[in-house]
Nanobody
């Protein structure tokens, strides 16, 4: 079994910054892609940012230039640095990890979500 534990959410004023962390633990052979998604009330979950095992990144257009995803492979942790936050960034943020639980067997895991609220 694999667990993803998120931290770092909270309430911040527009223009402020937050840093989310997601630590993975358990039966991990290796970590593949890691990503952050978010879901606002009455909206579908959307991809915010993704980082591959090789360090390549991809961002939603709405966060490009403001958010930065990074990972520490030694700690099995992915981060999301969020700057210049806007009210429309308010959502529950979820960590996602594609985990090789053994050679050739890859599974998707999700964190429990962390609330980010940006006041305008």
């Amino acid at each position: 079994q694999v667990q993803l534990v998120e931290s770092g959410g909270g309430l911040v004023q527009a223009g402020g910054s937050l840093r989310l962390s997601c630590a993975s633990s358990g039966s991990i052979f290796s970590l593949d892609d890691m990503a952050w998604y978010r879901q606002a009330p009455s909206k579908q979950r959307e991809l915010v940012a993704l980082i591959t095992s090789g360090g390549s990144t991809n961002y939603a257009d709405s966060v490009k230039g403001r958010f930065t995803i990074s990972r520490d492979n030694a700690k099995n942790t992915v981060y999301l640095q969020m700057n210049r936050l806007k009210a429309e960034d308010t959502a529950v943020y979820y960590c996602n990890a594609r985990v090789f639980v053994r050679l050739g067997m890859r599974r998707d895991y999700w964190g429990q979500g962390t609330q980010v609220t940006v006041s305008s």
